[in-house]
């Protein structure tokens, strides 16, 4: 089984501050990683994703993340945030095969002030 | 390429009647998945289907909650004699068949139950 932490529930930010969202798991296997962010009122979009290779992945807005298997982690970072990027982060994590399901973080509320 | 999509958006149901939830996968998709959000909480997983199978109903309620995604037409999250407690965003996904193997999943706009 696995589970995924994430530490913050919210996370106050100025406008081009930078920002960390933190996420942790725990698997007895080999896992895919996921962020996907959710604007208010709407369903999940995937922001990005590491499957293999390099442990730094990169979306195309700005964010990127970094996969640290001896510390089980796969934090969020954006170096200058926007008004825009208000919304709610989910870490989520899934076995290496298809056809399995997503378990998600309880989620991280980010809110950007001016 | 239409999005997934699930209908309706919104469904107020009073205590003890049923609650139908329609999920339509992307295009070429054949596994759909759907999760429950209550408030303040993340997804949690509930089932995953294919066509006419379910795969992994681990995270189903055991009674009045049942799920199916036939031959023909889109799956269908059904709740039979709803409480309270069912009130939540109902998300599907959808992620292609076999043979892509990175398990990246589509979400719907989801299905806001509000039970009186």
């Known amino acids: 089984a696995q589970s995924v932490t994430q530490l913050d529930s919210q996370v106050p930010v100025f406008e081009e501050a930078p920002v960390e969202l933190r996420c942790n798991y725990s698997s007895s296997v080999s896992v895919y990683l996921f962020w996907y962010v959710q604007y208010p009122n709407q369903g999940l979009q995937l922001l990005l994703k590491y499957l293999s290779g390099s442990t730094l992945v990169e979306s195309i807005n700005g964010f990127e993340a970094e996969f640290n298997k001896s510390q089980t982690s796969f934090h969020l970072r954006k170096p200058s945030v926007h008004i825009s990027d208000t919304a709610e982060y989910f870490c989520a994590v899934s076995k290496r095969a298809a056809g399995n399901k997503l378990t998600f973080g309880g989620g991280t509320r980010v809110l950007v002030k001016p | 390429n239409a999005g997934v999509m699930q209908n309706p958006r919104h469904l107020v149901r009073r205590r003890g009647q049923e609650a139908r939830l329609r999920c339509s996968p992307m295009?070429?998709?054949?596994?759909v998945y759907w999760y429950r959000q209550l408030p303040e909480e993340g997804l949690k997983f509930m089932v995953y289907l294919q066509k006419e199978n379910i795969i992994d109903e681990s995270g189903m309620p055991k009674e009045r909650f049942s799920a199916e995604f036939p031959k023909e037409g889109p799956s269908i999250l059904r709740i039979q004699q709803v409480v309270r407690g069912d009130s939540a965003a109902y998300f599907c996904?959808?992620?292609?068949?076999?043979?892509?193997?990175?398990?990246?999943?589509?979400f719907g706009p989801g299905t806001r139950l509000t039970v009186l």
């Open positions: 295009k070429g998709h054949s596994h």
């Open positions: 996904a959808s992620s292609p068949k076999t043979g892509t193997d990175n398990n990246e999943q589509f």
